[in-house]
């Protein structure tokens, strides 16, 4: 009874569990491929700028449009969200103008068959444009450094109202730029602008009292016809640069060089055709 009763306990040694191995494939990349990745990054920067270099010592064009597709497909095939996909390719784009001093740039950046887009899309996309337009337009920031003054173009009754009070305010901040225009185009189709042109037209005939008979015999001219302000980025470009066909990253500076070479710039290179499916929906 009087004896010792302490009970003695085991301890029980948990062994320490060794780290997992890395993957075959982790272990290569990390030793292999992500320095190879890296060198190619390095080299297609320094082979962009030597592009922009060889571009920029022979004649420029004054005028050029960018259709923004690719966007979307680029983003997917990496597994990233398509708003990530646009803001890459507005960055590419700044950073290509800014290089080659072009003085007026169109931007197709939303078509009105965008509007048919799934809603959490088309959402993200209107929040894109309006905070990279308003980070830009500030004063202070890139296009009050650089001069450039900003025109939106296209059906701007189509936006929500928010938006589009945005959109006039951040030109009305820029009207004083006078080294460059960035004209950004959207809501916009060209059937729809074609068809605003004619209506327009036939009612100026109307008005100045001429017999509809003998103007419908008479050949319209370009400059005949009346072009709405939102209209008028469409006219006179000396290259359209679109990605519609590509199936890699957008890289303006290379479709700018493929468009500067088929448009012969001398001075001024074709009329381009813009049809509404080059500006709506990216390739799937």
Same mark, same amino acid.
């Given at each position: 009874?009087? *004896?010792?009763?302490? @009970? ?5 040694? @948990?062994?320490? $569990? ?12 990390k030793t292999v491929l992500y320095p190879i ?13 030597? !592009? !922009?270099?060889?571009?920029?010592? *022979? ?7 960018? @259709?923004?597709d690719g966007n979307r497909r680029y983003a997917?095939?990496?597994?990233? $969200?398509?708003?990530? *996909? ?17 003085? @007026?740039?169109?931007?197709? /950046?939303?078509? +009105?068959?965008?509007?048919? =887009? ?31 003054? !900003? =025109?939106? +173009?296209?059906?701007?009754?189509? !936006?929500?109202?928010?938006?589009? /009070? ?5 030109? /009305? ?12 185009? *959207? ?6 602008? +074609? ?36 209209? /008028? ?34 001075? =001024? ?16």
């Amino acid at each position: 009874m009087g *004896g010792d009763t302490t @009970v003695k306990r085991r301890e029980t040694k @948990v062994p320490l $569990k060794r780290p997992a191995e890395p993957a075959p494939l982790t272990r290569t990349w990390k030793t292999v491929l992500y320095p190879i990745s890296a060198v190619l990054h390095r080299l297609h920067a320094w082979l962009t700028t030597l !592009l !922009l270099a060889l571009i920029a010592l *022979g004649p420029m064009p004054k005028h050029i449009g960018f @259709v923004m597709d690719g966007n979307r497909r680029y983003a997917r095939s990496r597994g990233q $969200k398509v708003a990530r *996909g646009h803001k890459m390719g507005s960055d590419s784009l700044k950073r290509i103008c800014l290089r080659l001093r072009i003085p @007026v740039v169109s931007v197709y /950046a939303f078509a +009105i068959d965008n509007f048919n =887009r799934p809603q959490e899309e088309v959402d993200a996309l209107m929040s894109l444009a309006r905070s990279s337009l308003q980070e830009i337009c500030a004063k202070g920031g890139f296009l009050d450094q650089h001069g450039v003054r !900003l =025109r939106c +173009i296209g059906r701007l009754d189509l !936006l929500k109202p928010d938006m589009r /009070a945005a959109l006039l305010e951040m030109e /009305a901040a820029t009207a004083h730029n006078t080294r460059g225009v960035l004209n950004v185009c *959207g809501p916009y189709a060209s059937r729809d602008e +074609i068809t605003d042109a004619v209506r327009e037209t036939v009612r100026e005939v109307e008005e100045r009292g001429e017999n509809p008979d003998k103007a419908r015999q008479a050949p319209v001219r370009l400059h005949d016809a009346a072009v709405p302000r939102r209209h /008028a980025a469409a006219l006179h470009q000396d290259v359209l640069a679109g990605l519609w066909a590509e199936r890699s990253a957008p890289d303006p500076a290379r479709v700018a060089a493929e468009g500067l070479a088929h448009a012969g710039v001398a001075g =001024r290179g074709p009329e381009p055709s813009q049809e509404d499916e080059s500006v709506s929906e990216d390739e799937e």
